[in-house]
């Protein structure tokens, strides 16, 4: 069945960085648009970050020129790449893997991202 499963959070420094990997598994990785989410306790969901089948990206304003989304089709993973990480970028980061013309939508467990000295 469709899986996706996020790996690669922790604990890191302010001004520190991390990468995010989501593994994709039970779908057809190229025709999914993938994403990331983020969530802290007691507020809702928001997105992080988008990429397309076709490689185009979109980002949360608030992210903007310290994180970057990429995709390796071979591999069916979708990355994040997280630098000048500040305290609050805290928060659980999920995957998500959509491709709407066919109504699929699946999101990941979620991995902890912790930013503090």
């Known amino acids: 069945q469709a899986q996706v499963v996020e790996s690669g959070g922790g604990l890191v420094q302010p001004g520190g960085s991390l990468r995010l990997s989501c593994a994709a598994s039970g779908i057809i990785f190229g025709i999914f648009a993938m994403g990331w989410y983020r969530q802290v306790p007691g507020k809702q969901r928001e997105l992080v970050a988008t990429i397309t089948s076709g490689g185009s990206t979109n980002y949360a304003d608030f992210v903007k020129g310290r994180f970057t989304i990429s995709r390796d089709n071979a591999k069916n993973t979708v990355y994040l790449q997280m630098d000048d990480l500040k305290p609050e970028d805290t928060a659980v980061y999920y995957c998500?893997?959509?491709?709407?013309?066919?109504?699929?939508?699946?999101w990941g467990q979620g991995t902890q991202v912790t930013v503090s000295s």
């Open positions: 998500n893997a959509k491709q709407p013309t066919l109504g699929y939508d699946y």
